[in-house]
């Protein structure tokens, strides 16, 4: 059993910045990418950003020079730094941990946290 538990999420105003965290419990052998999708109102989950578990990070091209992503191996515990915010970056962000088993593969993923960005 996994647990994935989102923090950081609330209202901002444009150009402002939000922490997300997002931390993996239970029964892991190791982690491999984690990583944030957003979803806005209306709109398929899109994914925000990614990061390995060597550290190499990918952005979507609308988030790129804007947000971070980092993690802490040794707490299973990744952080979206979130720059410069805009209206359109409003939407329901989910974290995901792609954990290894000792015999299997599989995805884990929070519950959501809403972050809301006013003109």
């Known amino acids: 059993q996994v647990q994935v538990v989102e923090f950081g999420g609330g209202l901002v105003q444009a150009g402002g910045s939000l922490r997300l965290s997002c931390s993996a419990s239970g029964s892991i052998f190791s982690i491999n990418a984690m990583g944030w999708y957003g979803q806005a109102p209306g709109k398929q989950r899109e994914l925000v950003a990614v990061?390995?578990?060597?550290?190499?990070?990918d952005y979507a091209d609308s988030v790129k020079g804007r947000f971070t992503i980092s993690r802490d191996n040794a707490k299973n515990t990744v952080y979206l730094q979130m720059n410069s915010l805009k209206p359109e970056d409003t939407a329901v962000y989910y974290c995901?941990?792609?954990?290894?088993?000792?015999?299997?593969?599989?995805?884990?993923w929070g519950q959501g946290t809403q972050v809301t960005v006013s003109s």
């Open positions: 995901y941990a792609n954990v290894r088993h000792t015999n299997y593969n599989a995805r884990y």
């Open positions: 990061i390995s578990s060597g550290g190499s990070t």
